[in-house]
């Protein structure tokens, strides 16, 4: 007799609790569906630098690799030395666009067109990127310093 009145005796869960509740589950699986399941089926186009670019005698080495889903296309590259004035002055060199498919890295070699003058204490380096496919897109920029 007693268990019959210790069953019957139970409650559920009240009504604003289990609104509260619903509604935070709502919320989590929107935030899991945004941060998780929605950029692993977008596409990107993602450039990274590898290794540290070794900066000798007028020749700049720079190591980039496409690290995104789509294929990438470098639209331009400019490296500018910091040698304690204030301004960076632009290395020139020539450069050709081209393109790297997804996962792949290549070394890139300049030889700048002329010396910059002064002790050179930081590089800094902008790689410009688009997507191969699409040629009208506004290129993405991927900039880092280098001490030499």
Known sequence: MKILKLYHK?????????????????????AALFFVIIPMIT?????EFQGIPIFTNGTAKIEL?????????????KIEANNGSTTWPEAQFD????????GQGD?????????????ITKWRVTVLFR?????EATPSTLS???NP
């Open 43 to 47: 596409t990107s186009t993602k450039v």
């Open 131 to 135: 997507p191969s496919d699409d040629a």
């Open 65 to 77: 690799k496409s690290t995104g889903t789509k294929s990438v296309t470098i639209t331009d590259i």
């Open 10 to 30: 139970k409650r559920a869960v009240s009504p604003i609790l289990a609104a509260i509740l619903l509604i935070g589950l709502a919320i989590v699986a929107g």
């Open 107 to 119: 070394i890139l070699t300049y030889t700048f067109d002329e010396e910059i003058a002064g002790t």
């Open 95 to 102: 450069f050709t666009e081209f393109s790297m498919d997804t």
């Open 144 to 146: 880092r310093e280098f």
